[in-house]
């Protein structure tokens, strides 16, 4: 499997890209419910594996799940809310509804945190730019901004491991206070790197007019035919999902007893929609991937 891959969805048009992670991510958060973050979970950690390969698989296995499992543990051990009390630790009850509450907010958190992995991946800052840019110039550049800090950080420190190591001074070599001092001063070149890169970036967008009054820009982003059927497809399945939700068929609760409604065949209709939604991207670049091996077997 490539590390990377093109992906189909990214060339829709950045309204759907922006509404496809506004709900996905969104949804999870405000609405707590164990079988929508378990959909949520598989979904994002499908599509991230299959844009980033490898390097998405490690992220997930070696960071996410970490995490998970903290969060997971957390609950139980520091709130003792629940009528169904499994053990004591230290008088202390385990009960069943907090272990529950527990594992469902961190399904929610390691979704929330694969799905903000593909938006990375999808929803670039110049698009992000493009459909804010003229409402809030000054805020929408910001947002971009911190949005791609992670992962061009990310690839900034690498550069400045690597350097250091070329000329002898490895993070991970010497004694402990060699290798803190490295650290350091990788920090300190990093943090001046990042003000510098600040104030260049600052005074780029001013010497270009950005955010003044009458600026034009240049945009090649359409919206065809093909995001007018996308963008139905998204609107009647997000309707249904958030219909059947604010209607109370997919209600949870976790304290004191808990309960989760199952309103036939509503609650059936709100996971399907919101699984739809979730894997509709990926299923498009599945298709995409059919055609073009067919049309690779007909060369």
């Known amino acids: 499997m490539p590390s990377a891959r093109k992906s189909i969805f990214a060339g829709y048009h950045p309204l759907l890209n922006f509404l496809y992670f506004g709900y996905v991510m969104m949804v999870p958060v405000f609405y707590l419910h164990p079988v929508l973050a378990a959909i949520s979970l598989v979904s994002a950690f499908a599509y991230s594996v299959y844009l980033g390969g490898r390097k998405a698989l490690l992220l997930g296995l070696g960071f996410i799940l970490p995490v998970m499992l903290l969060a997971a543990a957390f609950n139980p051990i520091f709130f003792h809310r629940g009528a169904t009390i499994l053990w004591y630790v230290h008088y202390n009850p385990i009960t069943l509804e907090a272990i529950i509450y527990g594992i469902v907010n961190a399904t929610m958190i390691g979704s929330v945190m694969l799905w903000f992995n593909c938006y990375n991946s999808i929803m670039t800052s110049d698009k992000f730019i493009y459909l804010f840019g003229r409402m809030v110039p000054a805020m929408s550049l910001i947002i971009a901004m911190a949005l791609r800090l992670v992962p061009r950080y990310q690839r900034q420190v690498q550069r400045i491991i690597a350097a250091r190591r070329g000329i002898g001074f490895d993070v991970g070599s010497g004694n402990y206070l060699a290798r803190v001092r490295n650290g350091g001063e990788v920090l300190s070149v990093m943090v001046t790197w990042a003000l510098e890169n600040g104030i260049e970036t600052g ?35 997000m309707g249904f999902a958030l ?26 209709l709100a996971y399907i929609c919101h699984a739809a939604v979730c894997m509709l991207p990926l299923a498009l670049e599945l298709r995409e991937d059919v055609l073009w091996r067919s049309l690779l077997s007909r060369v």
């Open 203 to 237: 005074d780029s967008m001013l010497a270009r007019g950005y955010g003044l009054p009458g600026r034009t820009a240049y945009s090649n982003y359409r919206f065809d035919a093909r995001d007018r059927r996308l963008l139905m497809a998204f609107v009647v399945l």
């Open 243 to 268: 219909t059947c939700f604010l209607s109370g068929a997919t209600e949870v609760q976790f304290y004191i007893r808990f309960f989760l409604a199952n309103h036939e065949p509503y609650a059936s």
